[in-house]
């Protein structure tokens, strides 16, 4: 049974920076890609960033420049550093790997 555990978020003023991570235990051979996920208050699920296992990025528009997505495949971990954070940034981030495989959620909360 494969586990996605998230840790790091918290709260955080504006212009701060967070990491959070994600480990992954359990029978990982099916996952390749991972990402990360956010749910802001009273609204859909969205899509952050994503990372293959040969580290191929991809991020949603309202976060480049901000955010790095990374992963340790010798830990079997993925990362999210987030920087010049937003009142907007606040949210549920959930980690996700493929096809459906999710965390549990962490709550970030960016004071203005």
């Known amino acids: 049974q494969v586990q996605l555990v998230e840790s790091g978020g918290g709260l955080v003023q504006a212009g701060g920076s967070l990491r959070l991570s994600c480990a992954v235990s359990g029978n990982i051979f099916p996952i390749r890609t991972m990402g990360w996920y956010r749910q802001p208050p009273g609204k859909q699920r969205e899509l952050v960033a994503t990372?293959?296992?040969?580290?191929?990025?991809n991020y949603a528009e309202f976060v480049k420049g901000r955010f790095t997505i990374s992963r340790d495949n010798a830990k079997n971990t993925i990362y999210l550093q987030m920087n010049s954070l937003k009142p907007e940034d606040t949210a549920v981030y959930y980690c996700?790997?493929?096809?459906?495989?999710w965390g549990q959620g962490t709550q970030v909360t960016v004071s203005a």
């Open positions: 996700w790997g493929t096809t459906d495989y």
């Open positions: 990372i293959t296992t040969y580290g191929a990025t």
